[in-house]
């Protein structure tokens, strides 16, 4: 599986962005989709998750403001971001799973300014 991921960008404290992860294969409505972001001298920090049924998780720090979303016809998920604050900036990655393996996108900078 390879992810492809697009959407990031330059946005003002308090505006919107919406990230998109395309995969290939066939497989795709078998796997668990999310996205990690990392900020500069800091850890990786889980954002967001969708399994394959649809049912969601949010990380805290993002919940009420992002939103996790697929389209099985597309081999597609989103991380619709609003309310963005300088907090959020970060190369954000999008994830697959399926039972025990994990395949990972390269990232899409996210840059939110004060």
């Known amino acids: 599986v390879q992810l492809q991921a697009s959407g990031g960008g330059l946005v003002q404290a308090g505006g919107s962005l919406r990230l998109s992860c395309k995969a290939s294969?066939?497989?795709?409505?078998?796997?668990?989709m999310g996205w990690y972001r990392q900020a500069p001298g800091n850890q990786r920090e889980w954002v967001a998750t969708?399994?394959?049924?649809?049912?969601?998780t949010y990380a805290d720090s993002v919940r009420g403001r992002f939103t996790i979303s697929r389209d099985d016809s597309r081999n597609t998920v989103y991380l619709q971001m609003n309310s963005l604050t300088p907090d959020d900036t970060a190369v954000y990655y999008c994830?697959?799973?399926?039972?025990?393996?994990?395949?990972w996108g390269q990232g899409t900078q996210v840059t939110v300014s004060s």
């Open positions: 969708i399994g394959s049924g649809g049912t969601t």
């Open positions: 294969g066939t497989i795709f409505r078998l796997l668990g």
């Open positions: 994830y697959a799973f399926i039972r025990r393996l994990y395949f």
